[in-house]
């Protein structure tokens, strides 16, 4: 049996033998791009999307941060990574053979004129069967959607982070066809699953007596003037905090400003997180990402990327994990402190690394500590959230940027789970 049969066999019905498999199909020429479009292609169709629902499971989605986060990465960690991450997406639940049968049949015409009714009028599964019919998807068609989504906060802002991870997971993936026609039908699936507007509504009430859109340019906000808009974010309630930020933005305040003062806001609401919501919370930075990859400037998105930060609880600064005072810190120091679940000296290198100008060492550190932890313990929450790390940090400035990586090496030290399954990888993969 060749390699790439034996693959498509593990996708179909994953056994112990799912990694050797992976190891034998990624060891071939182009393998390992083939190895991730065969797994979008035979896995999209076959998971049981509707059981999750509300909420999108992230064995697909965490493909796309894997790659991105790839530049970071030696071979051997990226590639214990993926097959991790594919693993998981293969072990979600599965369809009925009966409701596979009818996707896998599921053919429209490509009409974007009908995809967009049917996300509009919440049909999902002619939706997804009208996206099978596109000829080529390209960024541009993710991005079409993700525009259909971007006032729909249902699951807090898994459309548009869907729409734009796809999207670019695509793009990776050297445009495929077969694969990216699973990929836009998943994307339009959930576009077209139930709505939630409530954040966007109550925005719009603000903002109904101007005609405004949010400017992208330079950030102008001092420290201080930030400081105390991260306290309102944090701090106010709903309906307070819709109010001072529309207000803010009505004066002028653009969306560069406005991204760190969230990124920051968010950073504090991670420091506070419990160990149970480590992962919960630290998807705001996948969300705040996604609209720094796609710079929207109407003022309704902006109003409710605050109100999700917002959502999660604040606590008593005085209770709050401080980092330990690292003399030298090291990258080295900091993988260690995180996979010892030493949260504050973690937070400790972290910021020393950072302060010396090693963020980018700073990242690649807690990206492998990432690739050790088993992402179906955790719903690769540490993958997404360092992948947006990753797309964050040219747009923060010094004090966001450094919030953002202590925060989450504080979140990673926190949230570790069993190794075994990268090992087992490793293995495989012969590292």
């Avoid at 003037?225 to 309102?232: F, T």
């Amino acid at each position: 049996m060749s390699a790439e049969s034996r693959w498509l066999q593990e996708l179909e019905a994953p056994s112990s033998a799912f990694f050797e498999a992976f190891a034998s199909r990624v060891a071939e020429p182009e393998g390992l791009r083939d190895a991730v479009r065969e797994a979008v292609k035979a896995l999209v169709p076959r998971i049981d999307w509707e059981a999750y629902l509300p909420h999108v499971p992230h064995g697909i989605l965490g493909l796309r941060a894997v790659l991105r986060l790839r530049p970071l990465l030696g071979e051997p960690s990226f590639r214990r990574a993926l097959a991790i991450q594919v693993h998981m997406a293969a072990h979600e639940g599965r369809r009925s053979p009966a409701a596979l049968a009818q996707v896998l049949a599921a053919k429209g015409s490509g009409s974007w004129r009908n995809l967009e009714s049917f996300v509009a009028s919440r049909r999902p599964a002619l939706a997804y069967a009208e996206a099978q019919g596109c000829e080529l998807p390209l960024a541009a068609d993710f991005q079409r959607l993700g525009r259909l989504a971007e006032l729909d906060m249902a699951n807090v802002g898994h459309k548009a982070v869907l729409a734009d991870h796809l999207g670019e997971l695509q793009e990776r993936l050297e445009q495929p066809k077969a694969t990216g026609r699973r990929l836009l039908g998943l994307t339009a699936w959930v576009a077209a699953t139930v709505e939630d507007t409530f954040w966007a509504r109550r925005a719009a009430k603000r903002l109904a007596d101007v005609e405004l859109t949010v400017p992208w340019g330079d950030l102008t906000l001092t420290a201080d003037a930030l400081a105390a808009q991260v306290r309102e974010v944090c701090d106010l309630g709903l309906v307070a905090l819709l109010d001072s930020l529309a207000a803010r933005l009505k004066a002028g305040q653009g969306a560069a400003d406005t991204l760190a003062l969230l990124v920051l806001a968010a950073s504090e609401k991670q420091l506070d997180a419990r160990r149970d919501l480590e992962g919960k919370t630290a998807w705001t930075f996948a969300y705040l990402a996604t609209l720094a990859r796609t710079r929207p400037t109407d003022p309704r998105v902006w109003c409710q990327a605050a109100a999700l930060v917002n959502l999660f609880p604040t606590d008593e600064e005085e209770g709050r994990l401080r980092p330990v005072v690292v003399a030298e810190p090291t990258a080295a120091g900091l993988t260690d402190a995180v996979l010892d679940v030493e949260p504050t000296l973690a937070m400790g290198h972290a910021r020393g690394l950072v302060r010396a100008g090693q963020g980018e060492a700073t990242l690649a550190a807690l990206a492998e500590a990432a690739t050790r932890n088993d992402p179906t313990f955790n719903h690769a929450h540490q993958l997404l959230a360092l992948a947006a790390a990753a797309d964050l940090l040219p747009h923060l400035p010094a004090i966001a940027a450094e919030a953002l990586l202590v925060a989450l090496a504080k979140s990673l030290a926190n949230s570790q789970g069993s190794g075994d399954l990268g090992r087992t990888a490793d293995r495989a993969l012969g590292h």
